[in-house]
């Protein structure tokens, strides 16, 4: 089994930071994939950043030049730089992590419980 455990969220007021992480440990052969999700009250859950195996970052509109994603493939950790926080950003952030737990086995999708991040005005 796989277990993600995030941290790092908490209240904030806008325009102030946050760094919120996401370690994986259990049966890991190779991460391929990771992501960073929020969900709002009212709302669906929706990407907010995504980082490849090879490196390679996403990002949606509205955190773009705010927020970075990065790893550390090493610790099977993967971290959000969160900057120039807003109101809007408010929502449980939830850490998703494309497994592969054996060299030859099929990749499996793995979430976190959620952290909360609020941003008062």
């Known amino acids: 089994q796989v277990r993600l455990v995030e941290s790092g969220g908490g209240l904030v007021q806008g325009g102030g930071s946050l760094r919120l992480s996401c370690a994986a440990s259990?049966?890991?052969?190779?991460?391929?994939?990771w992501g960073w999700y929020r969900q709002a009250p009212g709302k669906q859950r929706e990407l907010v950043a995504g980082i490849n195996g090879g490196g390679r970052t996403n990002y949606a509109d509205s955190v773009e030049g705010r927020f970075t994603i990065s790893r550390d493939a090493a610790k099977n950790t993967v971290y959000l730089q969160m900057n120039s926080l807003k109101p809007e950003d408010t929502a449980v952030y939830y850490c998703?992590?494309?497994?592969?737990?054996?060299?030859?086995?099929?990749?499996?999708?793995?979430w976190g419980q959620g952290t909360q991040v609020t941003v008062s005005s």
């Open positions: 998703n992590a494309e497994v592969r737990r054996v060299s030859w086995g099929r990749v499996y999708d793995y």
């Open positions: 259990g049966s890991i052969f190779s991460i391929n994939a």
